[in-house]
């Protein structure tokens, strides 16, 4: 399924529209920025093509988690962790999911 975020830079106000596929059997993730400009498109590029390390909870205890350590563009479950924290690491906020129901992701 096509999944649509409009999204925005904190650091200068640039908005955009964020789509990708969220098909797990893709080799790769295919994504693309619509209405946007190309220094946030680049912003992306290089975000989604870096590793990024995130703790993925094994049981309920604090302490039990993986550290998984991959791109984001490698598997479609760390792209969307990743997604998570685009905030946090390069000041890029999810505004609004565009083209489906809650319950549909």
């Keep these: 399924m096509i999944i649509r975020l409009l999204i925005m830079d904190i650091s200068n106000g640039d908005e955009a529209i964020l789509q990708y596929d969220n098909d797990p059997s893709k080799r790769f993730i295919v994504w693309g920025l619509f209405e946007g400009p190309d220094r946030l498109r680049k912003k992306l590029q290089k975000y989604f093509t870096t590793d990024i390390t995130v703790k993925i909870p094994l049981t309920g205890a ?6 998984v350590t991959d791109k ?8 969307q962790l990743s997604l998570n924290m685009m905030n946090h690491k390069i000041k890029v906020r999810l505004e609004e999911l565009l083209n489906v129901e809650p319950e549909d992701v």
């Design 62 to 67: 604090i302490d039990d988690y993986d550290e």
């Design 72 to 79: 984001p563009i490698n598997n479609i479950d760390h792209f």
